[in-house]
Structure formats: C-alpha cells, structure tokens
C-alpha cells in the first residue's frame, strides 16, 4: 500500500470521525451544535477567502464556533507566514478536539501561532484585534439579543477594514415553523431581523453554496476603511466646535 493511499485513508477515517461527532453532539445539544454535519469543503473555502485577498502580509485572524475542525484545517493551509490564528469554541469535547487538530497538523507551526480557546466570543480578550474573523456559530439557535452582542462584538474585534465572514441555512425558518411551533419560528425571525441590521449597515456580499449539505448562504460584512474612520472622526470634531 503506498502513502497516497494510506494518507488518503486516514483522511476519510477523520472525516467520517467528525461526521458522526456532529450527530451525537447534534443531539446533546442544539444550541451550541447548529448542525448535524461538519462544513464541506466549497463552504469552508468561500468562509476563508478573505484570508487569501489580504495578500501575503501577516494577518490576526479568528474563528469562532470551529466544530470539529472542517474549516479550521482550511485556515491553517491559507495562512500567510507569521500570521496568528485564535479559534474559539464552546463545546469542550469539540475544543478538545481542536486542540489535538492544532497539534498534529502540519501547517499549524508553534503554541503561538494557533490557540485553541475554550470560551464564549462574547467573553473572548486576546488582548487585539482582527483582520479576519470567521463565524460558524449556529445564530438561529440563539435568542435575538445574544446574537445582537456576539455580532456587535465580532465588529468591535475587527481592524479597520477587516472583514467577517458567516453563514447561515437555506430554508431553516420554514422548517422550523414546520417542526418546532410559533415561538421558535417567531424567535428565528426575529434573529433574521437582527443580522439583517448588521447586513444592512456593515454587508459587502453574500453566496449561497448549493452543494453544502445543507445548502448555505456566506455574507461578508466589512467594518469603515482607516480613511473612512478618519473622515468621520474629523467631520465629528469640526461639527462639535
């Protein structure tokens, strides 16, 4: 048997691992596991693409909500050399398994290039802040106003110009209303209602990858140039004399 076929195998066998961690932490809870099957590969890379546009120069980058790893592995590839990665993740068992990722991968480079936190976003003080964040947090299993501070902070954490990136379900609202009753379909929408905001204000784009299982929509929000900020801030101060 020669490497390819050894090493492909061992990455089947990783997959389906966390294939099925998915499902049992699917059904341990639904709050902190959105979904009953890790990111597939054209989800992961539209996630990361801004990694990739920032050019070679060393980045700050976060991922928040990581499960098992699927679009972490992703990250590691597209780092640029020097740059750090925080990844963030609730789950204990998922975090766990995020850390043995972090240190068998072979992209992963020193302890402090890559740290695996076992937080809450919310509570998250690295002490800095981001060129890119990327979110794989289960928003519609949230109430509206968690998901009103995880995004405010999520734009808090960006550098100027830096970019978010998220996704979200297609179809989830009607399938919820179908299985889980008024409360929770009025809930979902009014966490609609709530990123729609932040679209509105900060979005640069969305797309929808059809062939993710299931098929999910990317958005990009991108917070105000330096240049802009500094527009703002001097357009504030000559209004204030």
Do not use: C, K
Not at 71 to 83: D, I, K, Q, Y
Not at 137 to 142: E, G, K, Q, S, V
């Amino acid at each position: 048997m020669d490497d390819w076929t050894t090493s492909h195998d061992r990455v089947l066998a990783q997959r389906n691992a966390g294939g099925w961690m998915f499902l049992l932490e699917a059904a341990r809870d639904l709050r902190t596991t959105g979904a009953v099957a890790p990111s597939g590969r054209a989800l992961a890379r539209l996630l990361t693409d801004p990694v990739d546009e920032h050019g070679p120069r060393p980045l700050n980058v976060l991922e928040a909500g990581a499960g098992t790893g699927s679009v972490t592995r992703t990250l590691l590839h597209r780092l640029s050399p020097g740059s750090r990665l925080d990844v963030v993740e609730a789950n204990p068992r998922f975090a766990a398994r995020l850390r043995h990722l972090v240190r068998t991968h072979p992209s992963a480079g020193d302890r402090e290039r890559v740290r695996v936190h076992h937080a809450y976003v919310e509570r998250l003080d690295t002490g800095r802040r981001y060129d890119v964040i990327v979110s794989g947090l289960p928003f519609t299993n949230f109430a509206p106003a968690q998901v009103d501070a995880i995004m405010d902070r999520y734009m808090n954490l960006l550098e100027p110009g830096g970019t978010l990136t998220y996704f979200t379900y297609r179809g989830t609202r009607r399938a919820r209303a179908l299985t889980a009753g008024r409360a929770a379909s009025r809930r979902h929408r009014a966490v609609e209602e709530v990123l729609a905001d932040y679209q509105r204000r900060h979005g640069t784009g969305f797309s929808t990858v059809w062939r993710n299982l299931p098929p999910a929509t990317v958005w990009r929000l991108r917070t105000a140039p330096p240049n802009a900020v500094r527009a703002a801030r001097a357009a504030g101060s000559e209004a204030n004399r």
